[in-house]
């Protein structure tokens, strides 16, 4: 089955940073979905990608769909500390209403 | 988006018994799917539940360890059967919109939080 690769798995932000977060596959995607998932909650959407090269926004959250279609990246910029959770990357497989997500990259705050 | 809420939000269960989890979403929708993310894991997804036909189930999932109703287009229930320690984990319910005809974009409810012991 499809396989989508996230890296890195865990990253420490310190406030203020920017940080950037990506997901691969061996297979082509037509969608690409940003979630973030905090403790206690479900994983809430983020950002949503339909076209290769598109680069869309929601406040300091910025994704792109990769040109390949083959990946994706999310960057935060000038973090805060809720910026804390798991963020997942996701994709709909080839029958289009299931979605494969990524190991998930957990945010933690610099001690 | 659909609201989703989900009851209950956790449970302790003992060894060998079930466990029924109920998903009510705020507006009429034609798939809901529901979701296992065991502890420090991603989310999988066992099956898709469609109003009117027998749900779908993933490789590895069967219907005897996790029946699912869905009564109409509001509502969906997940039983967890006959439990063991390695059912911990959460369960999710999610439904779709749809956007050029497939259920891309998924929204979540708040997750179920089963321990079993």
């Known amino acids: 089955g499809q396989q989508l690769n996230q890296s890195p798995q865990s990253m420490f932000i310190q406030e203020g940073e920017d940080v950037s977060m990506n997901c691969t596959s061996s297979?082509?995607?037509?969608?690409w979905l940003w979630y973030k998932q905090e403790p206690g909650e479900g994983p809430v959407l983020l950002i949503a990608l339909y076209k290769a090269g598109e680069l869309t926004s929601n406040g300091r959250l910025t994704a792109q769909f990769g040109i390949t279609r083959k990946d994706s990246f999310l960057n935060i910029s000038a973090s805060i500390p809720s910026d804390v959770g798991i963020y997942f990357c996701?994709?709909?497989?080839?029958?289009?209403?299931?979605?494969?997500f990524g190991g998930g990259t957990r945010v933690l705050v610099k001690p | 988006s659909a609201v989703i809420s989900q009851k209950p939000s956790r449970d302790i269960c003992q060894r060998g018994t079930s466990l029924t989890i109920q998903c009510q979403v705020d507006?009429?929708?034609?798939?809901m799917f529901w979701y296992r993310q065991q502890p420090g894991q991603s989310l999988t997804l066992i099956a898709t539940?469609?109003?009117?036909?027998?749900?779908?189930?993933e490789s590895g999932f069967v219907i005897d360890k996790f029946p699912i109703s869905r009564p109409n287009l509001t509502f969906s229930t997940l039983t967890v059967s006959n439990m063991s320690p390695e059912d911990s984990s959460i369960y999710l319910c999610s439904t779709g919109t749809s956007r050029q005809s497939s259920y891309n974009e998924q929204f979540f409810g708040p997750g179920t939080r089963l321990t079993v012991l």
């Open positions: 996701a994709g709909p497989g080839a029958a289009g209403n299931k979605l494969t």
């Open positions: 507006s009429q929708v034609t798939m």
């Open positions: 539940a469609n109003q009117g036909s027998e749900a779908t189930y």
């Open positions: 297979s082509i995607f037509n969608t």
